[in-house]
Each structure stands twice: as structure tokens, then as C-alpha cells.
């Protein structure tokens, strides 16, 4: 028997989301029900509400969820009725690189997080005008409650605030597992993050507990520099009125830093990146770009650097394992991200993209 949820709908590419009564159909046995508390708003959610990324729309958008499990399909055996909950990226668990812990990199990531139907190719969604996609990132969080994959579970402490939990699905696992799993900076050494929202926000956190001793935030919003210093950065630069490259030659004494890590996506903001770095240092990406988007970089005296750039997805994190870890470093005060959060209403979601859009806030997050 089908359940009335109400839904944040996508209805058009670069279309407000309208807030509608749909109906979630049966749970299938590979499926785990749940009632959505929170769901943490990414800038992901909007790249595909304005058509960059392929989600068929109409769609109900959302891959920050947190909320406690109604009910189990037959074959789940992680999670039980009344289990909290945070959800995460979706992945097929059969590729050769879901086999060898790379979940990340999953080789049917597309299909899994952004096809908008099951594998047999139904959707959980419907309205009285036909379905609605669904299942995004194995969840479509910004409904009341959901039919989400197993992939998409994970496990947390019963004693944690839900509503603080959500944004650890997506945005905050992305920077901080940036840091923690692919940089792995050793103490001592120099991080640079361009763009500090949520998720360079969470990469300057992560630099402090991995003892980087030089942390350096840059953004264009002095709003949010200022929380970058609240949060961990040791030194924080606005491009708008400062020469980045220069001014971080500066902080490190001419030697570049060892890590920088780019937020942004922006072809020229990867180049003063590559610029500033140190012989040897590794320049990560993590921002999503339009599909076909070119960026250069200087390959002759650049050459003797023996830099290294790299791109990441989702933290390379095993959400499962990586997740309860942040909680716990939550707990101990070591990773505060609860100050980058605002909540919202669910009336109020189009307001919540517009703010984060503006840089008036960092993570928004809607709370049923």
C-alpha cells in the first residue's frame, strides 16, 4: 500500500522546487523506509535542478538525509526499526571498485546516483500527473519519508542530534575526506582551501585535527573567512582586494604550500592553486564543474615542482566507516560543524538555495 509523503519537487530544469503530496509506494526488499528528521542542502542538489548533471526532472532532489528507519525490506540486515540514521552517496556494491573499498568510485555511479529510478527502472514517487523521479543518491531526501537503498545507510549514535547529523552525508564528508583519505597531511606541513563553504569548511576542520600547523582559507565572502578563522584556519585571504598567489608566498616564506585543496571549480582559481604550491605539493579538486570544462596550467618552470593535482569524489570515503568517525570527532569539540549550520522550514527550501547561492549562509538545512 502506497504512503502520502510531502516532497520538494523539481519540476523543470532552473525551475523553484514546489512543495507537493505525492505517494511513496511499497517498500522492496533491498530498501529501508525512513522518516526524514533533517536534510542538509548541497550545491550538488542545485547543479542538477538547473540541468548540469543528467537527473531525468520532474525528481525529488535531496542526498543529505538523516532521519530514524520506520521499516526494513526482507533482505536488510544493517539497520532495524527505530536505528538513526544519516545517508549518504549511493553505490552498486558489485563493481571491481565497490569489491575493493573504492565505493567512491563506483563504476555505476551515474545510474546509482543520478538515473532517478531503481535498477528494474521504477520509480518510489508518483503524482497524480505520473511518476516522479526518485532514488537520488539512493534517497531523494527532501521528502518526509523515503524508500532509500541499503548502500545509501549509515548507522549513527542514537544520542546525537539528528538535525546536526545531516549535512555529513555529502558536503562535509567531501572536504574532510579530502583531507583525512587522499591529501593525508603530515603535522607540521601547509593546506590552502579556495572556497570555504561547507565543504572547504569541513577540509580547514579536518586540517587542524590532521596538525597541519598553516591553514589557509580563501573567499571571495569576508563573512565566511571570518568563521574559517573561528574553525580552524591560521590565516585567511580575500582574492577580491588581495593577490592570492603573492600574498601565500608570503605566509609560507616563499616556499608555496604543500596542499591546496579547490572548492570552486573555476579554471582560473585551479591555476593560482597550481601557482601557489611547493616542490613536490598536490593540488586536489573537489568542486563540480559543468561537463567539458578545460582548465590550464604552466608546464615549463612549473616542471622542476614535481607537483601533482588530483581530483576526488566524495571524500574517497566508505561512508559506513568514515561517517561515525566525524560524529565521534563532533563529540570530542575537534570538528565543529554544527556552526556552519542554518535550518529551514520545508515551505522555505527555495529561500535556503538562494541564501546558500549568495553566501548570506554556509550549510543549510531543511528540518521536517
Avoid at 580547514?204 to 568563521?227: E, F, K, N, W, Y
Avoid at 604550491?277 to 579538486?285: D, K, N, Y
Wanted: some cysteine.
Amino acid at each position: 500500500m502506497s504512503t502520502t509523503v510531502t516532497a520538494a519537487v523539481a519540476p523543470g530544469t532552473g525551475q523553484p522546487l514546489t512543495i507537493q503530496q505525492l505517494q511513496l509506494d511499497d517498500l522492496r526488499p533491498d530498501e529501508v523506509r525512513v522518516h526524514m528528521v533533517a536534510t542538509g542542502i548541497c550545491h550538488t542538489d542545485a547543479i542538477v535542478r538547473d540541468g548540469i548533471y543528467p537527473t531525468p526532472l520532474p525528481a525529488v532532489l535531496g542526498h543529505e538525509g538523516a532521519g530514524i528507519v520506520e521499516a526494513v525490506g526482507s533482505a536488510i540486515i544493517t539497520v532495524a526499526p527505530g536505528d538513526h540514521v544519516v545517508l549518504s552517496a549511493a553505490y552498486c556494491g558489485h563493481c571491481k571498485n565497490c569489491r575493493a573499498g573504492l565505493v567512491a568510485y563506483c563504476e555505476n555511479l551515474m545510474a546509482e546516483d543520478f538515473g532517478g529510478r531503481r535498477r528494474d527502472g521504477s520509480t518510489s514517487l508518483s503524482s497524480e500527473t505520473g511518476p516522479i523521479s526518485s532514488h537520488f543518491f539512493g534517497q531523494s531526501a527532501f521528502a518526509t519519508r523515503a524508500n532509500v537503498v541499503e548502500t545509501s545507510i549509515i548507522k549513527v549514535d542514537p544520542t546525537v542530534p539528528l538535525a546536526a547529523l545531516a549535512p555529513l552525508g555529502c558536503g562535509l564528508q567531501t572536504g574532510a575526506g579530502a583531507v583525512f583519505n587522499e591529501l593525508r597531511p603530515e603535522a607540521g606541513t601547509s593546506l590552502v582551501v579556495f572556497g570555504v563553504g561547507a565543504v572547504g569548511s569541513a577540509a580547514i576542520m579536518a586540517a587542524r585535527v590532521a596538525g597541519c600547523t598553516t591553514v589557509i582559507g580563501v573567499d571571495l565572502h569576508d563573512s565566511r573567512l571570518h568563521l574559517a578563522e573561528q574553525i580552524g584556519a591560521t590565516h585567511t585571504i580575500n582574492p577580491a582586494t588581495t593577490d592570492v598567489v603573492a600574498e601565500i608566498a608570503k605566509i609560507t616564506r616563499g616556499e608555496g604550500v604543500n596542499y591546496a585543496l579547490d572548492t570552486t571549480a573555476v579554471p582560473t582559481v585551479l591555476r593560482q592553486a597550481a601557482a601557489a604550491l611547493s616542490i613536490r605539493g598536490t593540488l586536489a579538486l573537489v568542486g563540480a564543474a559543468k561537463p567539458g570544462t578545460d582548465v590550464s596550467f604552466e608546464i615549463g618552470s612549473s616542471l622542476v615542482k614535481g607537483w601533482t593535482f588530483k581530483t576526488i569524489i566524495q571524500g574517497s570515503a566508505v561512508p559506513q566507516v568514515f561517517i561515525p568517525r566525524l560524529v565521534k570527532l563532533w563529540q570530542q569539540g575537534r570538528f565543529p560543524f554544527d556552526k556552519l549550520i542554518q535550518t529551514y522550514a520545508l515551505d522555505d527550501i527555495n529561500t535556503a538555495f538562494a541564501d546558500s547561492e549568495s553566501g548570506k549562509i554556509i550549510k543549510p538545512v531543511i528540518v521536517f
